[in-house]
């Protein structure tokens, strides 16, 4: 199989993600993606960019890591909870659930169907993280997980605000794990296959406590740097980490809570 994949923008970013998955599951290893691998193996796609792109590639590893372990362990500890990815583009993180609803644009959906078909208790739901997609979620008292992974840097203030009014005029119990950037990243960051994509960076904020501060319905919990997870595959980031400074900037994983 030879697929080609025509699409561009933000949701092109989703090809770059996966790729990267895919190249770490199959090289250094420090994540296990078969399902990626596979995926890739059967796209008609030029990755030239993303393999010159390092610190992209070092970012959506040590993302990975970071929600693949507080995905798991929520899940462990609300047996029957749901989990909804927004934004999921090609991601294969499903386990342990009682439904999982994965939610994109349409277009993306489209690919996502054909390179990754689900059924049973995986619904797809072809929207904008920012429409009502709520009313798409058969559970609304049911424990929820909420998954924002590489959205929000593409998004403006009342777009994330927006998401999160979804979530909380759905939802009466509902945990989010969002992915922020800092503004000087935003402002400063040119990655070669982000920007092959056409797609770019447009908003960030400095950390957990400021993003809960624009967010009525929601309690910051706590917040994790990515800085700390990229020594588990590359060394030279246990310096990196004690630098303040650098540390401050790198991406973040915020927890949330639904008040």
Not at 35 to 49: G, R, T
Not at 50 to 73: C, F, N
Not at 116 to 125: D, M, V
Not at 162 to 185: G, H, K, S
Request: net charge neutral.
């Amino acid at each position: 199989m030879d697929e080609k994949v025509t699409i561009s923008g933000v949701p092109e970013t989703m090809l770059q993600t996966i790729y990267a998955r895919a190249k770490e599951s199959k090289g250094r290893g420090a994540i296990h993606d078969k399902k990626a691998e596979e995926i890739i193996s059967k796209l008609n796609y030029d990755f030239s960019l993303a393999d010159k792109d390092a610190p992209m590639h070092s970012g959506v590893i040590a993302r990975t890591i970071v929600l693949d372990k507080l995905v798991s362990e929520y899940l462990a500890n609300n047996p029957g909870a749901i989990v909804v990815n927004i934004a999921c583009g090609l991601d294969t993180r499903m386990t342990g659930f009682k439904h999982w609803y994965n939610l994109d644009l349409p277009e993306t959906i489209a690919v996502r169907e054909k390179l990754l078909p689900e059924s049973g208790n995986i619904t797809q739901i072809a929207m904008s993280a920012m429409d009502d997609w709520g009313k798409m979620v058969e559970e609304s008292r049911t424990p929820a997980i909420i998954i924002i992974e590489g959205l929000t840097m593409y998004l403006s203030e009342a777009d994330v605000q927006q998401i999160f009014a979804v979530i909380a005029n759905r939802f009466d119990d509902a945990t989010v794990l969002v992915e922020i950037m800092n503004p000087m990243i935003v402002k400063r960051f040119k990655g070669k296959s982000i920007e092959g994509s056409n797609a770019k960076f447009t908003w960030g904020i400095k950390g957990g406590k400021a993003l809960a501060a624009l967010l009525p319905n929601f309690r910051f919990v706590e917040e994790r740097g990515l800085m700390e997870d990229m020594t588990q595959f590359m060394p030279i980031y246990k310096v990196l980490d004690k630098v303040p400074a650098i540390r401050n900037i790198s991406n973040k994983i915020i927890t949330l809570k639904r008040l």
